[in-house]
């Protein structure tokens, strides 16, 4: 008497196809502010849950510059299982830097823990941005000679009614004796 492979295979087979898929993702990574000024710190905003997750590990963020080309990888936990899913939705921020003005892109990657394998990458996304100069100050408005007179008869005559109030006490009324 030979088992019977097939039904156990079929029954297996099943159960894959109706078990529930791991719900990781990261949406595309956006910078701010989105129109950087120079000198102004620059940061990638990445939203994330589910399976995928952000966390704090020695030597990470790596952040590497080689012209006008960024690199930051970012560590985290990633996980297949559904089981493993417990991460809320969230949304985290690295700063990059300052730069000066000019047009930069900035690769993002995910460095999780793939035991046995070692450290695996997840690309995340490729931001390009712009830099502009320095803003401007604004101009302080001068006063023109007109409103150097108006300013001075104001001040003057507020002037003039407190030594009126003032001597009008000592010497406005006498009394008998």
Known sequence: MTPNLFLPATVALLLA?????????????????????????????????????????????????????????????????QDLCVYPIGQGAESIGAFPPGDYTVTVDFAYDNYPFGIAIIALGVVPFTVTGVATAAPVPVATSSWKFVLLVLISSIAARALQVRYRGNFGTSRGA
């Open 17 to 81: 196809m109706v078990s529930p898929s791991a719900q990781a993702f990261f949406d595309p990574p956006w910078i701010t502010p989105t129109a950087p000024m120079a000198g102004e710190i620059v940061s990638v905003n990445m939203r994330m849950g589910d399976c995928d997750a952000r966390v704090e590990h020695p030597g990470y963020p790596q952040i590497t510059t080689q012209g006008n080309a960024i690199h930051l990888l970012v560590y985290g936990h990633h996980w297949d299982t």
